[in-house]
């Protein structure tokens, strides 16, 4: 039997195989780490079931009314809306109106509703004044309607209203994307900071200077495990978000998700790998990096979607890479644009990474001391 | 022939510390060669600038013919380095982990197998490396540096942690290695293991070689005095003192012992009177030579 002979030193040949062999180690001991496998697949799945189950029905909060003897005002109109108005009010029925006024008074219900002839009583309560004022024109609405009906001419004037996105846009679409993010910071920014100072303390990175292996190679073969890991991320979140109990609806070009997670994980390892060159010990590399990841979370738009957030968290969430990689996924995934829609973010995602590697080398020590 | 490793008046400071304080030595191919001293000594900067892991501020360095610094593609395939017992990848087995190393010099999965022979660690061959002892550990850590088939192999205080039994093992290991024809340089603390293994040794002390030669060629020109002890009770103290002229005669009940610069007559004594229960005869050590060249104990 004959072998053939080794790649020479530095040829294209021999860093392949060094890119190779190392990926396979970085990827055994990450599929390995119970804790590392946890934390960057499992953790975030979990906030995303929760999350996903906590927000799935809170789209229109429902109004909760207790029908005092017979409302045919109420009645007919419930009977002629097909339906509509029984997404916004749920009825229930008490003869006695001391202990409907009773059940107002301690929230358990919104209203309570009395026909008196021609005039419809509504009582409920200030404590919550949003509730009151969607108890108020909801009436409103419902008494003009029925006095239009009753002078027999056809309405003089309609409304028609229309949510501005996708009529499919639930929270689920705005939480995947969120979180994935986060997920993907934190993967990358751990990974990259851990590789790093573990591989100092226990001089691993000084054998590796010693061996014929080019920086190159270890920093590639990082990447792709990272990148591969950055990606399984995003199909485990889509696979489970577009399930019917979550009901994430993919945009047309979801796809494009995939080149930016690779930017994302890109500028996110650049954080860990500064994170790495600066931190000593790998309980300071944790602290650090949980110090950057976990508020760039909050004010980036990962758990807190911009849209509500207050304006001062828009403002900061400009100079915060997470930003980019929770809102560009959101566009492509959940928002319906174009391919081009991601190109910006992928570039001010590329731009952060090499700003940051440039530092990261500068501070970069291959020993203690 | 020319020399495997020459280094010349190798200095290097850190501050106002002189951790190398002009350093000469050459080792020759094929020897076993040892760098000897205490902690702190400047041992482990001499080898780390010989590796190409620092550069000196002043001085030669010679590996194979070629400067190791700056980092030297050429030489790194042809040197082989063990740094240290946990130099490893997390949670690999010992066997991916020499087939990690393998790959990385081009090297064929089946000589990392080989290796785990070698080292007599194919039974563990499926244990991750956390989980090994102190002592497979640096045998594994000894066989990565080895798999490429090193002409030059270092070695940094390879049985620093380890247990009496444990080291043993280890200078089996190192004396095969030795016997197939590696040059090898190893630093060490312990003075026993620079005798045992070593054909030369520079001793160091503060940054500066004190002394280079074969362990027992130093420890003979020391004309130390020899301690020759049998059981008590053996001889009366007259007698004892009839056997040599100048040596000193002690016995403290349980030994009687003589110190002496001339070992033969008091053992030709001894023998005629078939007094030599129990005999011990103790020469001087590398300690002793130490001990005069710096006037001071050894302490590792």
Known sequence: MTTPPPPAPGSRAARWQAFRSLSRAMFRGFARDRAAMFFSILFPVMFLLLFGSIYKSSSTPKISVVEVGRVSVLDQARAGSHGQLDQVLSVTHSSSLASALNEVRQGNVDAAVQQQDGTLVVRYSVANPTTAGVVNSVFSGIVQAANQAASRRPPAFQLSSRQVEDKSLKPIQYLTPGLLGWAIASGGAFAAAITLVSWRQNKLLRRLRLAPVGTGSVVTARIAVSVAVGIVQMFVFIAIAITPYFGLKLTAYWWMAIPIVICGTLAFLSIGLLVGAIAKTQQAATALANLIILPMAFLGGAFIPLTFAPQWIQDVSYALPLRYLVVGMQDVMARGDGPAAALPAMGILLGFAAVLTLISVRVFRWDEI | ?300
């Open chain 2, 1 to 300: 022939m020319t020399a495997a490793i020459s280094v010349r008046d190798l200095r290097k400071s850190y501050g106002s510390l002189r951790a190398v304080d002009g350093v000469t030595f050459e080792v020759e191919p094929g020897e076993f060669f040892g760098i000897l001293g205490p902690n702190g000594a400047g041992k482990t900067t001499t080898l780390e600038i010989i590796e190409g892991l620092r550069e000196p501020d002043s001085g030669e360095v010679s590996v194979l013919g070629m400067s190791p610094w700056p980092r030297n593609p050429a030489l790194l395939p042809r040197i082989g380095v063990q740094l240290q017992a946990s130099s490893f990848f997390e949670r690999l087995t010992a066997r991916e982990q020499l087939r990690t190393f393998a790959d990385l010099y081009g090297v064929p999965a089946r000589r990392a197998d080989e290796m785990l022979d070698v080292v007599g660690m194919a039974d563990v061959a499926g244990t991750r490396t956390e989980k090994l002892s102190g002592g497979q550990a640096q045998r594994l850590s000894i066989a990565c540096a080895l798999v490429h088939r090193p002409e030059v192999l270092f070695l940094d205080e390879p049985t620093g942690a380890l247990d009496p039994q444990a080291r043993r093992n280890l200078w089996d290991l190192l004396r095969g290695i030795a016997g197939e024809g590696h040059t090898v340089v190893l630093t060490t603390h312990h003075m026993d293991e620079a005798e045992t293994l070593c054909q030369q040794v520079a001793i160091m002390d503060h940054g500066k070689v004190l002394q280079t030669g074969p362990p027992a060629a130093l420890v003979r020109e020391l004309a130390h005095p020899v301690k020759i002890s049998v059981e008590s009770g053996l001889l009366g103290p007259e007698e004892a003192r009839t056997l040599a002229d100048g040596a000193v005669v002690a016995d403290d009940g349980v030994s009687l012992t003589f110190t002496t610069t001339e070992p033969a007559p008091v053992l030709a004594g001894l023998a005629n009177r078939d007094a030599l229960k129990g005999l011990q005869v103790t020469g001087a050590t590398l300690e002793d030579v130490f001990l005069s060249l710096t006037g001071r104990e050894y302490r590792a």
